[in-house]
């Protein structure tokens, strides 16, 4: 058999039209986590005071959590999003547990996230907000090992003098 262009390249384009096939099948993610928000604020639950058209939209063609529930606010519950522990085992019950100086804060290497276990099936993940769950100023590469390709956060509150 003759190996010409077209024989080699055959293959190669059907392994890469079968990824591009498999990787449009896969869903697309939106995770939106608000600290100090209800609910009763959005229309897609109902607001008739608030206008929420993009969220709305958003709702309408995905799926919507109707009772998620944490009793830590910042940092907390944000690693509880992040790693579906519960708070108590988290290790972080205040918003100021979550260690923003040297030495503490969510350890990647102990803690997978949902962002991790995406990343590692191929999907990109990103993130934007705050963070308060590791000190960005002494680790800024910690984003990527909790499984986050892209990011923009706030590395800190206000409440700690650095923003």
């Known amino acids: 058999m003759v190996l010409t262009r077209r024989r080699?390249?055959?293959p190669v384009f059907c392994l890469l039209a079968a990824a591009t096939l498999?990787?449009?099948?896969?869903p697309n993610l939106?995770?939106?986590l608000i600290d100090n928000c209800g609910k009763e604020w959005f229309g897609c639950y109902g607001s008739e005071e608030n206008c929420t058209p993009q969220l709305d939209r958003l709702a309408r063609g995905g799926l919507r959590i109707d009772n998620c529930y944490t009793p830590?606010?910042?940092g907390p519950s944000r690693i509880v999003a992040l790693t579906g522990r519960y708070v108590l085992r988290s290790g972080f019950t205040y918003h100021h547990d979550a260690a923003l100086y040297s030495g503490g804060g969510?350890?990647?290497a102990r803690e997978p996230t949902f962002a991790r276990l995406f990343r590692d099936a191929g999907y990109a993940t990103a993130i934007a907000g705050k963070w308060q769950i590791n000190n960005l100023y002494d680790e800024p590469g910690?984003?990527?090992r909790h499984g986050f390709d892209e990011f923009l956060l706030c590395p800190l509150s206000i409440d700690r003098d650095r923003v």
């Open 106 to 108: 969510l350890d990647p």
């Open 30 to 32: 939106v995770f939106i």
């Open 142 to 144: 910690i984003i990527g």
């Open 72 to 74: 830590v606010v910042c």
């Open 22 to 26: 498999a990787a449009a099948e896969r």
């Open 8 to 10: 080699l390249l055959f």
